[in-house]
């Protein structure tokens, strides 16, 4: 029943998923949390710049933020990241992609950590001298963050199943696959059970681990 | 309500400390500062007394900058308060704040939230710095709890590390804002302690409290504010037998019926 896997490589799609998904994740939780840092910053162009990027950048669909990378960017702008192989450049536009798109969403999550420091610590932290880059970086930043490993955790599994967006723009990951395998094979409901299984093998330990991880940092008040 | 023209300190004093000349601030429409004028002398004890909402946390505030000003100026031992930055940051670590509501780095231990200033600013040597935040600790008696986080002390334990952390950046002045509103009343005097010992050693202290023990052992002065003024400012003894002020009259017939 399996055998027509053998002419696929299924593996190695996921791991094209695993690896557009972990350089996005490091690429927006960096500038997610720059985003975060200018929204509560002191320097008005830069929280206005911070608001408008969210507000923006959330509300447009990232099939259109991708389908930007590779149209826009590259076929326009002739912008092909480093490579001319067609596969890798486009790949590392995706990246690029899930990157604008889910920082917006780290941003939030990273806002609403920030939140839950009382300001009184931030006060305490100004009124020893600290700077507003060390109040940020010694005080609210690492409690913002523990509290964000929940809505955080979410934001990765959103950003997994999101890498399907790249198919759009022919990366070999998984969801490119499945639609090769359901042209070309008649198992349609194992196939789609096969990729639902894969995405499931990435994203459930993510949120388990996470969670564990989220209560273990928990800041206690 | 009347009001009364403050005798002027001492023209002599050469050691002011802490100088505000006819400071005024506005919440919006609310002045909430109003031509404050006052003068700290080096190793004074300031008690600041007033109704709530008379602006006494907002002076606190300002003599550190933690609020800006609208007008007049602040001076720390004759230098005006830088407007920002390395300055001001510089200025900070001169002036120690304690809080009503203690705001300890919840994310830290004790030993970690003295020692964290004078590593950062003071760009303190870590073993000197932990050494000196021990002491510290020892000092106002919660040495055993150095290794233990913020949630896991009582709130009279907080304050007096939130003291210790305060002390730890070598303060020329300390400024406390109601440091014992927040506590259970078993509590209170724990902290009063420590700062009625801070104040016999020398320490200049502007202190913004209801607690009339402590005012009358440890204050030089006390200063009366309502509505964003200063109204009176006499010693001790002379505020609390013989306010001169109704404002006054009134208000402590209301804290003392109690
Ligand atoms: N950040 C702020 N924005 C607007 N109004 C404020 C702000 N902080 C304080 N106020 C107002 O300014 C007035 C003075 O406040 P302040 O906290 O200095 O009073 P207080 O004398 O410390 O009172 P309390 O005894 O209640 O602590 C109050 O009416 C208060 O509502
Ligand atoms: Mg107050």
Not at chain 2, 202 to 231: K, L, P, Q, W, Y
């Amino acid at each position: 029943m399996f055998d027509f896997l053998d002419k696929y490589d299924v593996l190695g799609a996921f791991w094209t998923t695993v690896q557009l998904t972990l350089l996005s994740a490091v690429g927006s939780l960096i500038w997610g949390t720059l985003l975060a840092a200018m929204r509560v910053g002191p320097v008005p162009l830069m929280r206005g710049f911070g608001t408008a990027y969210v507000n923006i950048v959330r509300n447009i669909p990232l099939t259109v933020i991708i389908l930007f990378a590779a149209l826009g960017l590259k076929d326009t702008l002739g912008i092909s990241l480093g490579s001319d192989v067609v596969d890798t450049s486009n790949f590392r536009l995706s990246v690029l992609g899930l990157t604008v798109y889910t920082s917006a969403f780290v941003c939030e999550a990273i806002r609403a950590g920030i939140n839950t420091v009382p300001v009184g610590q931030a006060e305490a932290a100004r009124a020893i001298g600290l700077s507003f880059t060390q109040v940020l970086g010694l005080v609210v930043l690492p409690q913002a963050f523990r509290a964000a490993v929940g809505p955080l955790t979410n934001v990765l599994i959103a950003l997994t199943k999101n890498t399907t967006v790249a198919a759009a723009i022919g990366v070999a990951e998984a969801a490119l696959l499945m639609k090769e395998m359901v042209e070309n094979e008649a198992q349609l409901l194992l196939i789609s059970a096969i990729i639902a299984f894969g995405f499931c093998c990435l994203t459930l330990p993510t949120g388990l681990i996470l969670g564990w991880v989220g209560k273990k940092v928990a800041v206690k008040r | 309500m009347t009001k009364v023209t403050v005798a002027k300190e001492d023209a002599a004093t050469s050691d002011e400390l802490v100088v505000l000349k006819s400071v005024n601030k506005h919440f919006g429409a609310l002045h909430v500062l109003q031509d404050i004028d006052l003068t700290i002398a080096r190793g004074e004890v300031v008690v600041v007394i007033g109704p709530s909402g008379s602006g006494k946390s907002t002076l606190c505030r300002t003599i550190n900058r933690l609020e800006t000003i609208d007008s007049g100026t602040i001076a720390i031992d004759g230098k005006p308060l830088p407007h920002e930055g390395r300055e001001l940051a510089r200025l900070r670590a001169d002036v120690g704040m304690v809080f009503q509501s203690f705001n300890l780095f919840a994310h830290k231990t004790v030993l970690d939230n003295v020692m964290l200033g004078q590593v950062k600013v003071r760009k303190a040597d870590k073993k000197q710095a932990e050494e000196k935040a021990r002491a510290l600790l020892d000092r106002v008696g919660v040495g055993a709890q150095a290794d233990k986080y913020p949630a896991q002390l009582s709130g009279g334990q907080q304050q007096r590390v939130a003291i210790a952390r305060a002390l730890a950046m070598g303060p020329k002045v300390m400024l406390f804002d109601e440091p014992t509103s927040a506590l259970d009343p078993e509590m209170i005097n724990e902290v009063l302690e420590v700062m009625q010992q801070l104040a016999r050693e020398g320490m200049t202290m502007i202190v913004v409290t209801h607690e009339m023990g402590f005012a009358r052992s440890a204050a030089n002065r006390v200063v009366f504010m309502a509505d964003g003024r200063i109204v009176e400012q006499s010693s001790p003894d002379q505020f609390f037998s013989n306010p001169r002020s109704d404002r006054a009259k009134d208000f402590l017939s209301k804290i003392l019926h109690h």
